[in-house]
């Protein structure tokens, strides 16, 4: 393209389209075709596939520029299709693998709780939420009403089921973790707080004397007051060594016992970045609620994901 310039302002579809048909002659490209009408690319490319479907380009009657603008608006919509593809390939996937995720919890639960039957139950519940919403946009597509509404009833009566069965599992682990964490946040406590009592027991013990030292000096004692003195000392020579006996073993199992400071972190951090960014007063247990709720919903939307996906992929959707 001779003219390179970029435009004092933006064409509009009319004036693109004349300038389009008054260069005749200039090879074409989407980027050259972009730097003098002032758009975007991708615009440039939507507005040829446009022109094109209304056939004000691509035609052999409309002259060299309407020769060059049609294969040029079928690299476009070409490109465009493979994206939309691509594109909806990969939403289509996060729809699976959401369904996928609650499919290996309800099937768990299932199991655990009412045997190999009621997984198989689980799994066909898991399997209907995700294909039936595709199955009920295609019957809208085709105008089919009833069986839309069936599929999309379908839908409501799996996803009930395996809401439910979603619930059960994500309660239990949640449970389990929490108390899990509890255990080891009240055994840490348990071991710092007699660690600290004896540590303050040992420096109130001021014998420094061995057990045999006292033992001797006992028997060489020669008055009742002397001997008495001497078993008293004795007694907290014996308490002190059990002390360091029980000081070093605590100290030796520090190390292996969890530094559990919270039962929930990541409710606890939730919380936090809550009361931070909006000054709501919202609890652990209220978070801990909420984080079970999404994720008791998301597998659920797996199969509307994929119907989004399969849609953005599909032929002909695209502007």
Known sequence: MTDQAIPIRKFTYAEALAWLRAKPDDPL???ALARAWGWPRIRVR????????????GRPDQGQAGRM???????????????GQLLGGAVALVGIGLSLVGLIATVTYGRESGGGLMAVFAGAADV???????????MWQARRWPLALAAWSIWLAAS???????????????????DTRELQQTE????????????SERTAITETRPPSAINAAINAAGSKAEVDKLRSALAMAKRRDQVDRDLLDLESKL?????????DPSAAVLVGMVRQLTGARVTEAEMRRLRLELLMTLPLLGGIVLSIGLAVAAPGRRP
């Not at 619930?167 to 449970?175: D, I």
């Not at 348990?190 to 004896?198: E, F, G, I, S």
């Not at 190390?255 to 039962?263: H, Y």
Request: charged fraction near 15%.
């Open 29 to 31: 490209s989407a980027s």
């Open 46 to 57: 939507r507005r040829l596939i446009a022109w094109k479907a209304s056939g004000l380009v």
């Open 69 to 83: 603008a049609g294969p040029l608006a079928d690299q476009a919509g070409h490109a465009g299709h493979l994206a």
């Open 128 to 138: 209907t939420t995700l294909a039936a919403p595709p199955a009920a946009s295609a």
């Open 160 to 178: 009930t089921i395996t809401a439910g069965n979603l619930a059960g599992y994500v309660g239990l682990m949640s449970a389990d973790f929490v």
């Open 188 to 199: 840490h406590d348990v071991v710092l707080d007699r660690l600290a009592r004896l540590r």
């Open 255 to 263: 190390p292996s016992i969890p530094k559990t400071t919270t039962a």
